[in-house]
């Protein structure tokens, strides 16, 4: 199983642009969610989702945007880029109930200039 | 949400044990207590969890007070590996054991192994 696969795993934007972080899980579960990480920090709640067609906002979700329209895929969108969202995403996937593990993406590192 | 507390960083010598301790006074009854860490420019990667017992996994310990209001994850004999950021998690669920999707993070605790 290749779990949690995020892609670009580099990315630098211009101001102002707009782009798409991709996240899928092939693990079947039902709980995905976005994370940003700045240097030093923990790990902030973007979004998350607990199923198809469910999302919901975490944290910190101002500029971004994610739609959950398969088990497997929950992307995430970066509607103008600025430099405040420079930063690591990670992407996890965790099935449903709370006795279980979440598994994290190996992360997006984005630049935004 | 339900909030962790834990020192900021801690420091180890190889080969010896690390016990990272984590404050959690506001857990409610089907609150899993949950570990990560995460190694330099990686993901977190999921340690172990518990709720009521004392836990163990080929990678570490978890020993949960009685009053479930703090815990502690045990390292039995730390390696250079093991540095990294450990983070403790509550996981919230229903009665059912049904999460309710989102894992918080704090700050988490910088481990140090000294050779």
């Known amino acids: 199983n290749a779990g949690v696969t995020q892609t670009p795993k580099f990315q630098v934007l211009k101001t102002g642009q707009s782009m798409t972080l991709q996240c899928a899980q092939d693990m079947n579960h039902e709980y995905m969610s976005w994370y940003r990480q700045d240097p030093g920090m923990g790990l902030r709640l973007i979004h998350y989702?607990?199923?198809?067609?469910?999302?919901d906002q975490g944290e910190v979700p101002n500029g971004y945007n994610v739609s959950r329209s398969t088990t497997e895929d929950f992307p995430l969108r970066l509607l103008s880029a600025a430099p405040s969202q420079t930063s690591v995403y990670f992407c996890?996937?965790?099935?449903?109930?709370?006795?279980?593990?979440?598994?994290f993406g190996q992360g997006t590192r984005l630049t935004v200039v | 949400d339900a909030k962790t507390t834990q020192p900021n960083s801690m420091e180890s010598n190889e080969e010896e044990p690390v016990h990272l301790p984590c404050n959690h006074s506001?857990?409610?009854?089907?609150?899993?207590i949950h570990w990560y860490r995460q190694l330099p420019s990686q993901g977190p990667e999921y340690v172990i969890h518990?709720?009521?017992s004392n836990v163990n996994n080929r990678m570490a310990s978890l020993a949960i007070a009685e009053d479930r209001k703090s815990s502690t994850l045990i390292l039995h004999r730390a390696t250079l590996r093991d540095a990294a950021v450990y983070y403790c998690i509550l996981r919230e669920s229903n009665a059912g054991g049904t999460s309710y999707g989102k894992l918080t993070f704090g700050q988490g605790t910088i481990l140090t192994v000294h050779p």
């Open positions: 989702s607990v199923g198809a067609g469910i999302t």
């Open positions: 518990g709720l009521t």
């Open positions: 506001t857990i409610s009854g089907t609150d899993y």
């Open positions: 996890a996937s965790t099935p449903r109930a709370a006795n279980t593990e979440a598994f």
